[in-house]
Each structure stands twice: as structure tokens, then as C-alpha cells.
């Protein structure tokens, strides 16, 4: 099975879920970090429709403006153009399979798309 993972090395959660995924032998795993390579607007939006949630709810809080910012209750194509401008803002780690895409928050999310 391939797999993606949006990583943040910095990230105790993003770190546990590619830690999950490398103990997988069956899986062929892609290790994007998504801060040094943002994944695009229109990118974002196709993983958020996927995992089923809003771009709002891909909103890291934690740590940036986004809610001062008034992001939460924003269009998703403004969220999603802000994300793709400062990717700070994409909670994390997003992981893509066959079988869907999750934020993975708790790390254990990601064992639904495995």
C-alpha cells in the first residue's frame, strides 16, 4: 500500500504517526514536509474533501493567528489560500491512502486508512 504523510518533524504527533507508518512493512511511504513544500490550495482542498472535514478544521490553532485572524469562520477558499500561503497554519499530519485521508490527531486516526 502507498501511503503519504504531510510531516512536520517538530511535531511529537506527526513524528508518532511516521513512526507507525515506517513500522509497516507493507507500505510504500512518501514523507512530504509540508513546510518547506506546501501543498497548493487546490491540493489542500481535494485532501480535506476526502478525510471528509472542512478546511477550517485542518486549522492548526495552536501556536498561529488563524483564529484572530477570523479563518474558522471564513470561506474555505480563503482558509485554503491562506493555508497555501503560510503553511503554519495546516494542522498536522495529514495522511493519504487508497483507503482515504486523515488528519491524524489523535496518531492512532491514521490505523482507519491502513
Known amino acids: 500500500m502507498r501511503a503519504t504523510i504531510w510531516h512536520n518533524p517538530n511535531c511529537g504527533t506527526s513524528r508518532t504517526v511516521l513512526a507507525m507508518l515506517r513500522e509497516r512493512p507493507d507500505i510504500e511511504l512518501e514523507v512530504v514536509e509540508y513546510l518547506r513544500h506546501p501543498p497548493g490550495a487546490e491540493r489542500l482542498g481535494e485532501l480535506y474533501r476526502a478525510a471528509g472535514i472542512s478546511p477550517a478544521a485542518g486549522l492548526r490553532l495552536r501556536g498561529?493567528?488563524?483564529?484572530?485572524?477570523?479563518l474558522l469562520q471564513a470561506e474555505d477558499a480563503?482558509?485554503?489560500?491562506?493555508?497555501a500561503a503560510e503553511p503554519a497554519l495546516?494542522?498536522?499530519?495529514l495522511v493519504e491512502t487508497a483507503k482515504g485521508v486523515r488528519l491524524c490527531r489523535p496518531a492512532d486516526k491514521v490505523l482507519e486508512i491502513l
Not at 498561529?64 to 477570523?70: H, L, V
Open 64 to 70: 498561529t493567528d488563524a483564529g484572530s485572524r477570523g
Open 78 to 83: 480563503v482558509v485554503l489560500a491562506a493555508m
Open 90 to 93: 495546516i494542522e498536522r499530519p
